[in-house]
């Protein structure tokens, strides 16, 4: 069975001046490549392996382009263009994707990269969704204080980043480790904090503390430096100055100040830090 969306090896059944004809079975009808498409040399009886999607008329056709997903999968796409019936992302064909906006979690930006899966809709045309949560898996090959690379697929601020791990597992950044702000379609390389009974990863932005205080010094010494050499707030300041600021938490900051203060490196007064 011809199955849209899905690369698939199929038999040429019959040429025409505009193109090939192919199918699994004799008596098929087939699915046309089209002329500029089929490779110089092609009989009646090869194989060739295609893509089969639908063009811009919804009738079936063949490509010997290979797309950069195929139905189920999951991949990242720009973002080609936004109209007023939803976007369209380029993923490697000459017709470009259908992102419809009921599909999308956020408003996209032309421009702008999203991990994105494909599927049939009830019409049998082929589009994109940003609600890929069903697809990610559960089994990553990540333990505790591993390092890994993700992209924010959706945000909830009552819970955190959810970020899907090599664009396929499933992970959270959970609220409390959020000091920056962060939009779906962002890449993050995060820590593995734990990884859950049912394989979840749940993921840290930051280092572990005696890490990270250098990256967080030396945070703190471009900011003075922001500022002209005087930190306008000391180490009393409230935890939302310090957030909003730094991108750090009250404790990160005074394990900062500490380091900096043993290295001789700042003078912290009442209401400043200051700069030596």
């Given amino acids: 069975m011809i199955e849209l969306g899905r690369v698939q090896t199929l038999k040429v059944l019959r040429k025409k001046d505009f193109g090939i004809y192919l199918g699994e079975q004799e008596q098929d009808s087939g699915v046309l490549l089209p002329r500029k498409q089929v490779p110089e040399g092609t009989e009646v009886g090869d194989q060739l392996e295609v893509f089969i999607y639908k063009d811009s008329r919804d009738r079936m056709i063949a490509t010997t382009n290979h ?4 139905i189920g999968e999951l991949a990242v796409l720009e973002v080609a263009e936004c109209t007023k019936i939803g976007a369209f992302l380029d993923w490697g064909l000459e017709k470009d994707l ?19 899966s494909l599927y049939a809709d009830k019409s049998q045309r082929l589009c994109a969704t940003m609600r890929i949560y069903e697809q990610l898996k559960a089994n990553s090959p990540y333990k505790k204080d591993d390092h890994v690379d993700g992209i ?12 899907a791990v090599d664009n396929q597992y499933y992970g959270l950044v959970p609220k409390k480790e959020l000091y920056d702000n962060y939009h779906v379609g962002d ?15 749940d993921l840290s932005i930051r280092e572990k503390a005696y890490l990270q205080m250098d990256e967080d010094g030396e945070t703190i010494l471009r900011v003075i430096d922001e500022y002209g ?3 306008p707030f000391g180490e009393k300041a409230a935890p939302e100055t310090i957030k909003q600021e730094l991108h750090m938490s009250k404790n990160a900051f005074k394990r900062a100040l500490g ?3 043993k290295e001789g490196s700042i003078q912290i007064n009442d209401n400043s830090i200051e700069k030596k």
Avoid: C, T
């Fill in 67 to 70: 797309p950069m997903l195929e």
């Fill in 98 to 116: 259908f992102l419809p906006f009921k599909e999308q979690v956020v408003p996209v930006q032309k421009g702008e990269h999203y991990l994105v």
């Fill in 152 to 163: 924010i697929y959706q945000i909830n601020l009552e819970i955190g980043l959810f970020v």
């Fill in 187 to 201: 890449s993050v390389h995060a820590r593995v904090v734990r990884v859950r009974e049912d394989g979840k990863l």
């Fill in 229 to 231: 050499g005087v930190l």
């Fill in 259 to 261: 380091r900096l203060l």
